[in-house]
């Protein structure tokens, strides 16, 4: 979608959607999962790994 969403803040610098310092480009987020009670219990269903990131070990789990 291309489309950059400026109140979401992304320091995922490894997704396709980042872009700059802090932006997102993703047209909507989803953010799961539905019974999250901690942050680490949640997750960014968006999140997709960019070009730059494949074959290098980043720590992502895929």
Known sequence: ???EINEITCHAKNCVYHKGTTSCTAGTIEVGNSSAC?????????????????????????
């Open 1 to 3: 979608m291309n489309k």
């Open 38 to 62: 901690r942050c680490g219990e949640t997750q960014c269903s968006t999140f997709k790994l960019n070009d730059n990131a494949v074959g290098k070990n980043c720590g992502c789990a895929d």
